[in-house]
């Protein structure tokens, strides 16, 4: 169909929904593709070996739910310890929007669990059924004895490597190694078996079947980058001024791009990068390596495909530093200052002190003469040592505390409520006496904690 001078041609719009065609990226080593493998292979290590590290006897990294406590090594943070969460919380928002800023997606490409995971998946499938052409047409064959044979042998790999995620995962939220012995023994609970299928299940379908759809409609994170990027962020660009018009080597007027499609046979999200900045693309960098290799083959210079920004694309200077860089700089240098201040300064023991609820009297006097009130004590020892704590009195001349246990024993990583009172002999008392615990260490003599009360006496 023509159109007169001056008229816009029509633009042709595709389906707004097709049946998917799986992407099949084709593997390639490079500089990028060697870097990224040597940082999965860290992440990894840390997220499959996490739950068996041990600390002083203990698991080194648990969530214990059932307790509501956090351990992280030499510490553990209990309920009474959000503030510590929140600030965590807080600087990796920051840390997400200021790495965005500087490195546009480098998270999705070399860090992200889907990314890394996925990419173990597709590495079994190749090893199953082959390079990209021939596993194309092996998708395309019909199944016979060879073609069954090779998708079991995938499945069943898949499989053990979702289940041992999923025994990860349930690893991180109780005994690691009591949980893999219950499981060698065939002594799994409901809920264990519960939380390892679903996890598995999720993985399975995930890394195996869903991959590049994840990044294209569930993650949100393509969808609010566009607020963090800036003309100068490093994105993985292709420069349009250097390779077109694409062409054979040596044409006439043609640029470096050879139109080889080598960078969108390597993309896992089968994109083609010369098409400009995309929300599917996670900067991985496999199109850069791949377009890398074709220029040393043809004898051109490295980078039609790299790491720019749309500022350097368009011919303009790059600016790593900028006020937006400086400011999240200093949110980070911030929050992480207040976080060690307030590690720092973290009571290992916390007392709370409770006048005494379900008794008739707020105070007793015995037939000598003696008045006593009685408190309820909750103690909590952060600490990953036991110790045992001595429990007096200050500013109440006269004034002893009477408890079952004194110096009282506190566990590691524990907490204890106790009752005790305290009496004063007889003797002209106030109707309310402030006064103070001292909770000292027995063994040390170290001031642990001090907490104001009041003692009630007979009214005059």
């Not at 569930?218 to 349009?240: K, W």
């Not at 400009?276 to 390596?289: F, K, N, P, S």
């Not at 036991?386 to 004194?406: K, L």
């Amino acid at each position: 169909m023509s159109t007169r001078a001056g008229e816009e041609t029509p633009v042709k719009s595709g389906p707004m929904v097709q049946a998917r065609k799986k992407v099949q990226p084709r593997l390639l080593f490079g500089r990028f593709k060697r870097a990224r493998l040597a940082i999965s292979a860290v992440l990894q290590s840390v997220l499959f070996f996490g739950p068996w590290i041990t600390y002083k006897g203990q698991q080194a990294i648990r969530i214990d739910l059932a307790a509501r406590k956090l351990h992280l090594f030499a510490f553990t943070f209990w309920p009474q310890d959000t503030a510590f969460l929140l600030v965590m919380l807080i600087f990796l928002a920051v840390l997400m929007f200021a790495s965005t800023a500087v490195a546009g997606r480098m998270w999705c490409g070399y860090a992200c669990p889907q990314t890394l995971l996925t990419e173990s998946f597709v590495f079994v499938e190749t090893f199953f059924e082959g390079s990209r052409a021939k596993r194309i047409k092996f998708a395309q064959a019909p199944w016979n004895a060879d073609k069954i044979a090779r998708k079991l042998g995938k499945w069943s790999v898949w499989t053990v490597m979702s289940l041992w995620l999923g025994v990860t995962f349930a690893g991180y939220f109780q005994d690691a190694y009591a949980l893999v012995s219950n499981l060698l023994h065939g002594h799994v609970s409901v809920g264990n078996a519960t939380i390892i299928s679903m996890v598995a299940s999720a993985a399975y379908f995930d890394f195996g079947w869903f991959r590049e759809q994840m990044c294209h409609y569930a993650c949100p994170y393509a969808r609010f980058q566009s607020a963090m990027f800036d003309a100068d962020s490093l994105i993985v660009g292709y420069d349009v001024r250097r390779g077109e018009p694409r062409g054979h080597k040596g044409a006439a007027g043609a640029g470096d791009c050879i139109d080889c499609a080598m960078c969108t046979q390597v993309c896992p999200m089968g994109i083609d990068i010369r098409n400009g900045l995309q929300l599917e693309c996670i900067a991985c960098t496999a199109c850069v390596d791949a377009c890398d290799s074709v220029m040393d083959r043809i004898g051109r210079p490295r980078g039609l495909v790299g790491y720019s920004s749309l500022n350097t694309l368009e011919g303009r200077p790059l600016k790593i530093v900028r006020p937006r860089v400086a400011v999240y700089a200093a949110m980070l240098v911030a929050l992480g200052g207040v976080f060690i201040v307030m590690l720092a300064h973290r009571p290992l023991l916390v007392v709370d002190v409770m006048r005494k609820s379900g008794v008739q009297a707020v105070y007793a006097v015995t037939a000598d003469g003696h008045v006593s009130n009685l408190y309820h004590l909750n103690f909590i020892n952060k600490d990953r040592v036991a110790h045992d704590v001595q429990i007096s009195v200050e500013g109440f001349p006269g004034a002893v505390v009477v408890a079952p246990e004194n110096p009282l024993a506190l566990a590691a990583d524990s907490a204890r409520d106790v009752d005790v009172f305290v009496v004063h002999p007889p003797a002209q008392l106030p109707p309310v006496t402030p006064f103070s615990f001292r909770f000292a260490d027995a063994r040390s003599q170290r001031f642990v904690d001090t907490q104001e009360a009041t003692f009630l006496g007979p009214s005059r």
